[in-house]
């Protein structure tokens, strides 16, 4: 299965918009006005278009007149070009029923976040709606019920020629997508980036170094560069209480050790001026990881990450520190 693409039916109606005839003027004539903010949301059961109107005015405080609601296949001249907020809905199928992309014009005074209009859209039309998450996988969703209910969950489309609309998984459980399973997305824990000034003002130092001196160690020098940003990476979410998901895979934070052990050898490899500035940037955070973890008194870290026996002593103090309570026990 492919993953689902959020606000695919905007590029393809746009597409639609190039061509020739008075659909494609009609659309110019929607397209041409000042279009604020465009929401793309799906949703679990069918509803009337005359219904979507309803939920779409409570949602964006317009009045029921001001919303244009259409099958952007239909007639145009039908459609309503100067209302305030456009809903094209088109029909899918599999455990969704409809995909809506919403247009609300700059007039519009409440312009909220997709995901506040997801769930009052939810919580009017009475059933749960999906909307697309920020991080990179495509199946990558949100799910927010009637009940108020926001939990992730993972949309598969098939390779059909009619896809079908799988929710093959949540983070919680939904009444209305009783065959999704229930688990965490370690995908999702992978694809979030906190800031990492520490790391983003060393590699700046070094680029200054190198264009000061001629050296043939760029691959040791990015690889420095890489494995700082994830040992900063798992510092600051470790700080934060492991925001946003709350959890963090065992499997990631091993790779996180695994990154602080590179970085002590690849110190041996580096230009005196760089080990410098290597050694100056992992004293900060290395300090601010002593304070965010506790000693392993028991020892058992490393075998609960890597299998290693008792016996082999690893080579890095981080080895022997752990959070507590392990991120991934909270999973």
Not at 61 to 73: E, H, I, K, N
Not at 168 to 178: D, G, H, I, N, S
Request: with cysteine; glycine share 8%.
């Amino acid at each position: 299965m492919g993953g689902a693409s959020g606000g695919g039916l905007v590029s393809e109606w746009r597409r639609g918009c190039a061509g020739a005839g008075v659909s494609g003027v009609r659309a110019g004539r929607h397209l041409q006005r000042d279009v604020s903010v465009i929401y793309s949301i799906l949703t679990v059961d069918p509803i009337r278009p005359e219904s979507m109107a309803v939920a779409l005015a409570g949602c964006l405080g317009v009045a029921v007149g001001d919303v244009d609601v259409a099958d952007p296949d239909g007639d145009p001249d039908l459609r309503n070009w100067d209302a305030l907020v456009s809903c094209e809905h088109r029909a899918i199928h599999g455990d969704l029923a409809w995909s809506l992309d919403i247009y609300a014009q700059e007039e519009v005074a409440d312009q909220p976040l997709e995901r506040d209009v997801a769930a009052r859209f939810a919580k009017a039309a009475t059933t749960t709606v999906l909307f697309p998450a920020s991080e990179a996988p495509p199946s990558a969703y949100w799910a927010v019920t009637q009940e108020g209910l926001l939990t992730r969950a993972r949309l598969e489309l098939s390779d059909d020629e009619r896809p079908l609309y799988t929710v093959t998984a949540v983070e919680a459980p939904v009444a209305q997508l009783p065959r999704a399973t229930v688990t965490r997305f370690a995908e999702i824990v992978r694809e979030q980036r906190p800031d990492t000034p520490i790391a983003q003002a060393f590699a700046a130092s070094v680029e200054k170094v190198r264009q000061a001196a001629d050296d043939d160690s760029g691959s040791s020098i990015w690889s420095a560069k890489v494995n700082l940003v994830v040992w900063e990476r798992v510092i600051r979410q470790m700080e934060s209480g492991w925001a946003p998901s709350g959890w963090y895979p065992a499997d990631l934070y091993r790779e996180r050790l695994e990154a602080r052990d590179d970085l002590a050898e690849i110190g041996t490899c580096l230009p005196r001026e760089v080990t410098a500035l290597l050694n100056a940037a992992l004293e900060q955070l290395d300090r601010r990881f002593a304070v965010a973890t506790t000693e392993d008194v028991a020892g058992g870290l490393r075998g609960e990450l890597t299998g290693a026996s008792a016996e082999q002593d690893p080579d890095g103090w981080w080895w022997l520190r752990r959070p507590d309570p392990a991120p991934w026990e909270q999973a």
